[in-house]
């Protein structure tokens, strides 16, 4: 069967409540809150099937041993994340199912998006990631300022060296540059911006988005996907929109995206029927004001896989779970 922007999914759910590859903590508490905002029945109301494998956990782990590089901090803990993640990914993939990655800092993404392109380089089809963040998440040890891990996801993914040895033994499945488009971004540490510039990846950012519409700019991002016959994961990062609609994230950087832009991306890419897999990550419930950035969250995966602006009940008709 070819499938279409309305075929209905196999939806695999798992969590990943990893937080010290962030600056605050409180990221472990994501995949409880965006459950909690009703991910699950959103997603079924639309037709999908959802099967929840729960959370991975950190005593389930394999732990790392050995020397950590240099200004890479909780390098061993991530690691043995990132194993994990990347098996477990490769297996739902495998399966047929669409993996959505619940989050947990965006140092996840190592795992989930390897393990995702893992599959589908033995399937001959390219895998392009659309990173929808504030920040390029470029930096490599060389050149973070912090040491953060989540700052460093997207410049492992595409090969850059550094953390060689974070994977171990699981096989290394790298996004070639310029299958990665960054979009929304607003926050690039100076060493990160040279190496993007001089690896030409796509930027889209907040200026590009305010002169040519998040519209024009995704329909560019769609269409190199299809030329190539290729799929997409979409890595959402809740600080890609603005701290006014979204306060749960530890990174908030002013000017993001707007609840009409953001949903009009999800939308586009829904439309688009070439999306597999999805990280959700960054969602600090903590941080949080009355679960309004989970809920937001949950909408936005919602447009994703198919609910549409005119099916959406006015807030004081929603219904929540465990209420009406």
Known sequence: ?????????????????????????GTLMGPAGLRTAGLSPLLEELGHTVIDHGDLLQRDLTPVDGAAPDNARFYGEIAAWVRALSAKAYELARSGAVPIFLGGDHSLSMGSVNGVARHWQEDGRPLFVLWLDAHADYNTPATTLTGN?????????????????????????????????????????????????????????????????????????????????????????????DPSVAPGVGTTVPGGATYREAHLVMELLH???????VDVVELNPFLDERGQTARLAVELVASLFGQRIMDRPTPSNAVFPGGT
Do not use: Q
């Open 1 to 25: 069967m070819t499938e279409t922007s309305s075929t209905p999914r196999r939806i695999a759910l798992l969590g990943a409540p990893v937080e010290v590859g962030a600056s605050r903590l």
């Open 149 to 241: 891990m989540h700052g460093m996801a997207a410049a492992f993914l595409c090969g850059e060296s550094g953390l060689d040895a974070l994977l171990g033994d699981e096989p290394r499945a790298c996004v070639s540059p310029d299958r990665l488009s960054l979009f929304g971004t607003r926050s690039i540490d100076r060493g990160e911006r040279d190496v993007v510039k001089a690896r030409g990846i796509d930027v889209a950012d907040m200026r590009a988005l305010d002169e040519y519409g998040a519209g024009v700019l995704i329909r560019r991002v769609i269409d190199r996907v299809r030329a190539a016959n290729g799929v997409l994961h979409v890595s959402f990062d809740v600080d890609f929109l």
């Open 271 to 277: 439309d688009s029927g070439l999306v597999r897999s």
